[in-house]
């Protein structure tokens, strides 16, 4: 008991014994939170060497010219779907989720389109044949189209980061569906 003059410390400042499985589930949240914090700064960081990559090689990459596009839309999708969006905590219907579904949509559409450009394109380069070239009868003049290595490996690797993500997001929401059907 707290008398006052300093004997014993008030019930407030004794920290309170926390059990075994209490610690374990504030140190289970603390490292989901870390994590997802991480995810995000990923992510952010990867929309962004997309969105520089696209535009320094948008004319770079003749044998398929929407790589460069297709790599700087993808990088800014993200940023206009959900953004700016806010949930309001009186109304769970709001633009929020309508923005974020509409950007889930676009970017799956995205990353088929995405992968309908870069994936034959990546083919084609590791067959061997790097140059497709075509000769004009008037002039002799022979054309080129190439595409740089740097832009196609990134795309590459880009469609395909964007797939797993897809379906990460799809098991999230997914378990969150099911986990509000349960309530």
Not at 119 to 143: D, F
Request: positive net charge; proline residues 4%.
């Amino acid at each position: 008991m707290y008398d006052g003059k300093g004997v014993d410390e008030p019930p407030e400042v004794r920290p309170r014994k926390r059990s075994l499985p209490e610690c374990l589930a504030i140190c289970w949240t603390a490292s989901i939170f870390y994590l997802c914090v991480i995810v995000v700064l990923i992510l952010v960081g990867l929309g962004i060497a997309k969105i520089v990559i696209g535009a320094s090689y948008i004319h770079e990459c003749k044998l398929q010219t929407m790589i460069p596009i297709f790599l700087i839309i993808s990088g800014l999708a993200p940023v206009f779907s959900g953004g700016g969006a806010r949930r309001n905590k009186e109304n769970k219907n709001t633009a929020a989720t309508l923005c974020v579904s509409i950007g889930l949509f676009f970017n799956i559409g995205w990353t088929i389109a995405g992968s309908v450009w870069v994936y034959p394109t990546w083919n084609m380069i590791k067959k061997g044949s790097k140059l497709q070239c075509a000769t004009n009868t008037t002039n002799t003049t022979t054309i080129c189209k190439s595409c740089n290595d740097v832009v196609l490996n990134f795309a590459f690797a880009m469609v395909t980061v964007d797939w797993v993500v897809i379906g990460l997001v799809i098991i999230v929401i997914t378990c969150w569906i099911c986990a509000t059907i349960r309530k």
